[in-house]
Every structure is written in structure tokens, then in C-alpha cells.
């Protein structure tokens, strides 16, 4: 089972960037789905982007899409979520989490067996 921790979060003005980079201490199957959720205060968990480290096709949400890009690097068990354009409403503390041989990735919380403990986004000027 990985153990996965998230790294990168911090405060930064609307319009900036940042990138977060979840680390997994062993990768056993073939290959994961791993995804990236948030959850903002006084909001349920929300799928943001997920994809598969065998390296297919990568899903995003409505309100994501053109400025977060995620990717994975095998070698390093780390996969980056690089967020820019950051607006207000990306604020919220952002989690990754991993399940084994799921196909298609999916961006629902349910699916998802292991999960990192967080890392604050907060966007403020």
C-alpha cells in the first residue's frame, strides 16, 4: 500500500502559479489511478484532475481545465498537479490519492483507497 504525501502548497496571489508534487513511497501494481482532490472550508471533497501512471489520457474538472496540468514522473513516484492562473476559489487544502489498476481514472472520492494528508492552497492578495 503507498503512502503518499503532498508537498508545494502555500499563499499566492490570484493570476499566480503553483505547482504540488505528491510523493508515494512504493508503487507495487501495474499501474494506479491517481488523483488530486480539494476541499475548501464548509465544502465537500471535489474531484480536481486525475490520471493514470501508466501514462493515458488525464481527466479535469469543469473549473480546472485550461489552467491546472497534472503528470507523473515514474521514476521519482511523484506525480505534479501545476496550477496557474490561480484564482480565489482554488483555495481549499488539496489531497492526492491513489487506487490500483482502476481504468478510467475517475475524479469520485469513493474510488480511492489511499490518500496523502493535504497541503493548504490558499490564493489571497
Known amino acids: 500500500q503507498p503512502q503518499l504525501v503532498e508537498s508545494g502548497g502555500g499563499l499566492v496571489q490570484p493570476g499566480g502559479s503553483l505547482r504540488l508534487s505528491c510523493v508515494a513511497d512504493?508503487?507495487?501494481?501495474?499501474?494506479?489511478?491517481i488523483a488530486w482532490f480539494r476541499q475548501a472550508p464548509g465544502k465537500e471533497r471535489a474531484g480536481v484532475s486525475c490520471?493514470?501512471?501508466?501514462?493515458?489520457?488525464?481527466s479535469y474538472a469543469d473549473s480546472v481545465k485550461g489552467r491546472f496540468t497534472i503528470s507523473g514522473d515514474n521514476a521519482k513516484n511523484t506525480v505534479y498537479l501545476q496550477m496557474d492562473n490561480l484564482k480565489p476559489e482554488d483555495t481549499a487544502v488539496y489531497y492526492c490519492?491513489?487506487?490500483?489498476?482502476?481504468?478510467?481514472?475517475?475524479?469520485?472520492?469513493?474510488?480511492?483507497?489511499?490518500w496523502g494528508r493535504g497541503t493548504q492552497v490558499t490564493v489571497s492578495s
Open positions: 512504493t508503487f507495487t501494481a501495474a499501474y494506479y489511478a
Open positions: 490520471f493514470i501512471t501508466s501514462g493515458e489520457g488525464a
Open positions: 490519492a491513489a487506487i490500483p489498476l482502476l481504468y478510467p481514472c475517475s475524479l469520485q472520492a469513493y474510488k480511492y483507497n489511499y
